[in-house]
Antibody
Framework: EVQLVQSGAEVKEPGESLKISCKGS????????IAWVRQMPGKGLEWMGI????????RYSPSFEGHVTISADKSSNTAYLQWSSLKASDTAVYYC???????????WGQGTLVTVSS | QSALTQPASVSASPGQSITISCTGS?????????VSWYQQHPGKVPKLLIY???NRPSGVSNRFSGSKSGNTASLTISGLQTEDEADYYC???????????FGPGTKVTVL
């Protein structure tokens, strides 16, 4: 069974850095793209970017490029989403999801709530 | 602002059928067969319902079906049930730097 388990909720202040994780199991981690999706409170889904863990090929939505970094550690089957300087507007639930390569998100993590507040 | 448009809400009685539209352009919905649909209940994780326009993943009820005509994709829910009350999002591959875009979502209410 494919499982994506994300790290727990975070509360941060503006300007702080953060790295959240998404650990895959039950499938070949390097054979599927991993995407990150944002959902701001009461709002819809936004595609942030995607990475192919096998070769670290990474694509970002223009809306997020330069503000977040997507990475992965093949040895631990874990993908990461990180910020160097959080803003209050980064407050949202962040989901990771697998993509078999045809731009569909088959399996989702449980989501990580990030709250940025002073 | 999403490049795809969906109705904000759709409502119907149990047993009826509804269709949710997802309108884009020739750069996304109309140009590629990479349209997916997701269901999200309040506070829950999104679930893939339809991929590649009309394909259902294993385990998804055959009451859900997808189609596409021109720049508009559609999700039809037949035999509406109370558990279908949720938000529904379409997504599509898009040419250019954006790569993928979600629609704004449609809230389905079962009367």
């Amino acid at each position: 069974e494919v499982q994506l388990v994300q790290s727990g909720a975070e509360v941060k202040e503006p300007g702080e850095s953060l790295k959240i994780s998404c650990k895959g199991s039950g499938y070949s981690f390097t054979s599927y793209w991993i995407a990150w999706v944002r959902q701001m409170p009461g709002k819809g889904l936004e595609w942030m970017g995607i990475m192919y863990p096998e070769d670290s090929d990474t694509r970002y939505s223009p809306s997020f490029e330069g503000h977040v970094t997507i990475s992965a550690d093949k040895s631990s089957n874990t993908a990461y989403l990180q910020w160097s300087s959080l803003k209050a507007s980064d407050t949202a639930v962040y989901y990771c999801a697998t993509d078999s390569g045809t731009y569909q998100f088959d399996n989702w993590g449980q989501g990580t709530l990030v709250t940025v507040s002073s | 602002q999403s490049a795809l448009t969906q109705p904000a809400s759709v409502s119907a009685s149990p047993g009826q059928s509804i269709t949710i539209s997802c309108t884009g352009s020739s750069s996304d919905v109309g140009g590629y067969d990479y349209v997916s649909w997701y269901q999200q209940h309040p506070g829950k994780v999104p679930k893939l319902l339809i991929y590649a326009v009309h394909n259902r993943p294993s385990g998804v009820s055959n009451r859900f079906s997808g189609s596409k005509s021109g720049n508009t994709a559609s999700l039809t829910i037949s035999g509406l049930q109370t558990e279908d009350e949720a938000d529904y999002y379409c997504s599509s591959y898009t040419s250019g730097s954006t790569l993928l875009v979600f629609g704004p979502g449609t809230k389905v209410t079962v009367l």
